[in-house]
C-alpha cells in the first residue's frame, strides 16, 4: 500500500471491520477526535505556566511532580502520566524530544506538530541543539548551557520557560497569552510582553 | 517551520479548522480516523499502551531509514502499520482480512453513498495539496 488514497481506503476497511467485530464503537472514535481537535492544546499548558509564575508554592509542586501540579487544574489522560517540567534560568535553557516516536504530554500541549515527528528534528536536536535552535529561530548566547530532555513513556518532559520581563502585576490569563506550544517544547521564548492579548 | 508553509484557511469562526498554534493537527481526515481508532480501542482494554508504542518504534525506526535514503518519512503510515501489526498479533484482525476489505471498499462505484459520514464531516479540514513537512 503506498500514497494517501489507499492509507485512507485501508483505515476506512480496518474500522469498519473492527465495528462490525464489537471491538470498538464509532462513536467513541468520534469522540475521541473530537476532544484532542477541539478541547486539548497548547492552552492548558499555558494555563500551567502561568500559574507556576504567579504562584511561587504552585511552581514548587509543578517542580516536584508535574503530573499531580496539572491535575490540579484539571488536566490529566492518556500519556499526561509522569509529567516532569523542567525550567529554564537565565544561563540553562532546556529542549524537548522524543527520539524514538513522537511521547508527548498531550494533555497539557495537544498533539505534537509534524516537525516533531519528523527524523530531522528527533536526530538532530540531539547532536547539534545550538545550531537546530539556530535554525528555528532561536539563537542562544554561547554562555547559555543547552539541555536536550528525550521523552518517553516512563517521563514526558515539557519545559516551564522564563516569565518576559515587563510583565509585572499581570493576570494569569494575560500571561498565558504569551506561552506557546514551541516555549512550552523549548525551541522558542515566550512571547515579549508587548504582544500579549488584552485581558 | 511546518507553520510557516500552513495553508491560508479561515482562523476564526464556525468554518475555521482546528488549530494548534497555528497548525491542524492532523493532515488528513484518514489520520484523524486513525488515532481516534487506536484511541479508542485502547481506552476498551483492547491492548496496553506500551504493546502499541514498541511497535510504533520499531515502524518509526524503519522509516527514519527510508529517509535518510531519500524517501519521504510518513509518520501516521508508521503508526498505521503498528497498529495492524498489534490487531494481527492479537488476534483480532488479520492483515489479509483488511486488504480485502479494502479492496470491496475501492471497487466501490464514483459518487457512492457508503453511509460513513465521517470522511465527509472532516473535509472541510483536510487540505489535499498539503503533504508531511
Request: glycine letters at 10%; proline letters at 7%.
Amino acid at each position: 500500500m503506498s500514497g494517501a488514497d489507499d492509507d485512507a481506503l485501508r483505515i476506512e476497511a480496518l474500522e469498519s471491520l473492527l465495528v462490525e467485530k464489537g471491538l470498538v464503537a464509532r462513536e467513541a472514535i468520534d469522540a475521541v477526535i473530537r476532544h484532542y481537535e477541539q478541547d486539548v492544546g497548547p492552552l492548558n499548558g499555558a494555563k500551567v505556566v502561568a500559574r507556576a509564575w504567579t504562584d511561587p508554592a504552585y511552581r514548587a509542586r509543578l517542580l516536584a511532580d508535574g503530573t499531580a501540579a496539572i491535575a490540579e487544574l484539571g488536566y490529566g489522560g492518556p500519556q499526561g502520566e509522569h509529567v516532569v517540567a523542567v525550567e529554564n534560568g537565565p544561563r540553562l535553557h532546556h529542549v524537548v524530544v522524543c527520539t524514538l516516536c513522537s511521547c508527548y504530554p498531550w494533555p497539557i500541549l495537544g498533539l505534537p506538530p509534524g516537525w516533531y515527528k519528523e527524523p530531522a528534528y528527533r536526530s538532530r536536536i540531539v547532536r547539534e541543539p545550538r545550531r537546530v535552535l539556530a535554525e528555528m529561530g532561536l539563537a542562544l548566547p554561547p554562555e547559555v548551557e543547552i539541555r536536550v530532555w528525550d521523552s518517553s513513556a516512563e517521563i514526558r518532559y515539557f519545559v516551564l520557560p522564563e516569565r518576559p520581563a515587563g510583565t509585572e502585576g499581570w493576570s494569569e490569563e494575560r500571561l498565558a497569552s504569551l506561552v506557546t506550544r514551541d516555549a512550552m517544547i523549548g525551541v522558542a521564548k515566550p512571547k515579549p510582553a508587548a504582544e500579549a492579548s488584552r485581558g | 517551520m511546518a507553520e510557516r508553509d500552513a495553508p491560508a484557511l479561515d482562523s476564526a469562526g464556525p468554518a475555521a479548522p482546528p488549530r494548534r498554534n497555528g497548525e491542524l493537527v492532523f493532515d488528513a481526515p484518514w489520520e484523524s480516523r486513525l488515532f481516534g481508532l487506536t484511541l479508542a480501542l485502547h481506552a476498551q482494554g483492547r491492548f496496553a499502551w506500551d504493546e502499541f508504542r514498541q511497535r510504533l518504534i520499531a515502524e518509526v525506526a524503519a522509516r527514519d531509514r527510508d529517509a535518510a535514503g531519500g524517501a519521504g518519512f510518513a509518520y501516521y503510515e508508521a503508526w498505521r502499520a503498528a497498529l495492524e501489526d498489534l490487531l494481527a498479533a492479537k488476534g483480532l484482525c488479520a492483515g489479509a482480512e483488511i486488504g480485502e476489505r479494502a479492496g470491496a471498499l475501492a471497487a466501490r462505484p464514483a459518487g457512492h453513498d457508503h453511509g460513513h459520514p465521517h470522511d465527509h464531516e472532516h473535509a472541510p479540514l483536510h487540505d489535499h495539496g498539503r503533504g508531511h513537512g
